[in-house]
């Protein structure tokens, strides 16, 4: 069980365009998903943290703007980051927990962004 | 501030043993979980442990100190696969998880 997914794994795109990152919880219900962004060799930074039905949560120095994000059920959370440019490119990993608070997050596979 | 120490790299041989340690200081504590990272690879969730003492799973104990905000991972038997990086993270009274920078384990045959 608590299995997440990504998609797409891999996405190449020119700058200026924007891109949309599916996050899916397959076999529970995620009441949060969290999206993180590593960089090479460093470690995870989490962006937003997202509840069902609701707005998301952004950590400071994250655009809200550039990096929509929408959890309209309770298995789906999506990332858009608009307008991207050659700085965005990363690894975003989303996560997701259930119902109560204290549960472990579950992480997908994650996706790469390169921005040319 | 919230912080969590773990150190930057281990080095460790095929078949022995090795202890990662993390220690915390946060607002508040809801548990201390360890991840494992491969290089490229998303983490996937080891343990968890919200109550003092050692949990086995495997190759694998956890263990925890909360009086002196202190943790390890032991792996037995370690295996060439076990090379990753392992992440301490501590949910904090806010339910958030605080990260430490992880171990990047090497193992040697």
């Known amino acids: 069980g608590a299995v997440v997914s990504q998609h797409p794994s891999w996405v190449i795109c020119k700058s200026g365009t924007s891109v949309k990152i599916e996050c899916r919880s397959l076999d529970f219900q995620a009441t949060t998903m969290f999206w993180y962004r590593q960089f090479p060799k460093q470690s995870l930074m989490l962006m937003a943290t997202?509840?069902?039905?609701?707005?998301?949560?952004?950590e400071q120095g994250v655009e809200k703007d550039k990096f929509l994000i929408n959890h309209a059920s309770l298995t789906l959370s999506t990332l858009t980051v608009t307008s991207a440019h050659p700085e965005d490119s990363s690894f975003y990993i989303c996560s997701a927990r259930g119902g109560r608070e204290g549960e472990t997050q579950y992480f997908g596979p994650g996706t790469r962004l390169l921005v040319l | 501030g919230q912080n969590i120490d773990q150190p930057t790299e281990m080095t460790a041989t095929e078949g022995a043993i090795v202890q990662i340690n993390c220690t915390y200081q946060t607002s508040g504590f809801n548990g201390l979980f360890w991840y494992q990272q491969h290089a490229g690879e998303a983490p996937t969730f080891l343990s968890y442990n919200v109550l003092d003492g050692l949990e086995e799973k495997g190759r694998f104990s956890s263990f925890l100190s909360r009086s002196k905000g202190y943790s390890y991972l032991l792996l037995k038997e370690l295996q060439m696969k076990d090379s990753a990086s392992y992440l301490c993270a501590v949910m904090d009274s806010n339910y958030q998880l605080i990260w430490g920078a992880g171990t990047k384990l090497i193992i040697k045959p």
């Open positions: 997202s509840n069902e039905g609701s707005k998301a949560t952004y």
